[in-house]
Nanobody, 128 residues
């Protein structure tokens, strides 16, 4: 059973940086998920995909609002997913979740229902 644990959230000033981590447990190098991603949900909004990464090739996908500012990466040796957030804006304030899935392709079209495994979330608050 895959288990995901996020960390690294907190309060950051607009224009600053923050790095989120997601430690993954319950699988080996051979049985790892094909796709992992970061989602976020602000109060009153639906959960939206932020970035995805194909675990074997390292191919990355970003939603337009974070492209050029956020970087998703994966340390396969440590089974840890990262989201480097630079030049943050107030609209980046949300609860951030990491997710994992097996099977199928990886890309921006993936939504909440396409991922089976989720972490508990970590709060990011951008202050002005």
């Amino acid at each position: 059973q895959v288990r995901l644990v996020e960390s690294g959230g907190g309060s950051v000033q607009a224009g600053g940086s923050l790095r989120l981590s997601c430690a993954a447990f319950g699988y080996t190098r051979i049985s790892r998920p094909q796709c992992m991603g970061w989602f976020r949900q602000a109060p009153g909004n639906e959960r939206e995909g932020v970035a995805h990464i194909t675990t074997v090739s390292g191919t990355t996908y970003y939603t337009d609002s974070v492209k050029g500012r956020f970087t998703i990466s994966l340390d396969n040796a440590e089974n840890t997913l990262y989201l480097q957030m630079d030049s943050v804006k107030s609209e980046d304030t949300a609860m951030y979740y990491c997710a994992a899935r097996y099977g199928g392709a990886c890309g921006l079209w993936l939504g909440n229902t396409d991922y089976k495994y989720w972490g508990q979330g970590t709060q990011v608050t951008v202050t002005s």
